[in-house]
């Protein structure tokens, strides 16, 4: 893949980026429910790996108080989920997430890359929400009402509607109700 496909693919979901000036990378800004995130696209290994990969999502440090409730937050979404997974460096504390795919053989149709922002975003805004828990408090609300396996009709339905708006750029409207009313 090269980084005019990348930009390709972005257009086509409509999603506002920037565009590093000497690397094959993308940086876009999601506003989520529960908070804002700095993802970035990049290209690696001449174009055979992209990943998307969050900047600036958490930190926990290991003397931290709730430090191993964190970890054990960290690999329980890890369990949960398929595409995104979470991960901390022990060098500095950093949290990320991030959605990784190999490209070596095949091309990336607009449809699977649709389905890696529609998929990433929701995770990271309900992971972010349980793991800012985790640090203040020591405790790991869980997804509360499976707000990532909505069925029809079911209770992650609204939340899954207004953050495929934010993963193309459009904020939720607070008159259309509160995250309260799920």
């Given at each position: 893949?090269?980084?005019?496909?990348?930009?390709?693919?972005?257009?086509?979901?409509?999603?506002?980026?920037?565009?590093?000036?000497?690397?094959?990378?993308?940086?876009?800004?999601?506003?989520?429910?529960?908070?804002?995130?700095?993802?970035?696209?990049?290209?690696?290994?001449?174009?055979?790996?992209?990943?998307?990969?969050?900047?600036?999502?958490?930190?926990?440090?290991?003397?931290?108080?709730?430090?191993?409730?964190?970890?054990?937050?960290?690999?329980?979404?890890?369990?949960?989920?398929?595409?995104?997974?979470?991960?901390?460096?022990?060098?500095?504390?950093?949290?990320?997430?991030?959605?990784?795919?190999?490209?070596?053989?095949?091309?990336?149709?607009?449809?699977?890359?649709?389905?890696?922002?529609?998929?990433?975003?929701?995770?990271?805004?309900?992971?972010?929400?349980?793991?800012?828990?985790?640090?203040?408090?020591?405790?790991?609300?869980?997804?509360?009402?499976?707000?990532?396996g909505p069925s029809a009709g079911g209770p992650g339905a609204f939340l899954i509607g207004k953050l495929k708006e934010v993963s193309k750029g459009t904020p939720?409207?607070?008159?259309?109700?509160?995250?309260?009313?799920?």
């Open positions: 893949m090269t980084i005019a496909e990348l930009k390709n693919l972005a257009d086509g979901h409509s999603l506002k980026y920037f565009t590093a000036p000497n690397e094959p990378q993308l940086l876009a800004i999601f506003g989520g429910m529960f908070g804002t995130y700095e993802v970035t696209l990049t290209l690696q290994s001449d174009g055979e790996f992209l990943q998307f990969r969050t900047q600036g999502y958490a930190s926990c440090p290991t003397d931290h108080p709730h430090f191993a409730k964190v970890l054990a937050t960290l690999g329980h979404l890890n369990f949960q989920r398929r595409l995104t997974k979470f991960g901390w460096d022990p060098n500095d504390g950093e949290i990320m997430a991030f959605a990784d795919v190999w490209l070596m053989d095949a091309t990336l149709t607009q449809k699977q890359f649709d389905r890696m922002v529609s998929g990433f975003v929701p995770t990271i805004d309900v992971g972010y929400r349980r793991i800012q828990q985790a640090l203040s408090t020591g405790n790991d609300p869980g997804d509360e009402g499976a707000l990532l939720p409207k607070p008159e259309e109700g509160p995250i309260t009313e799920i």
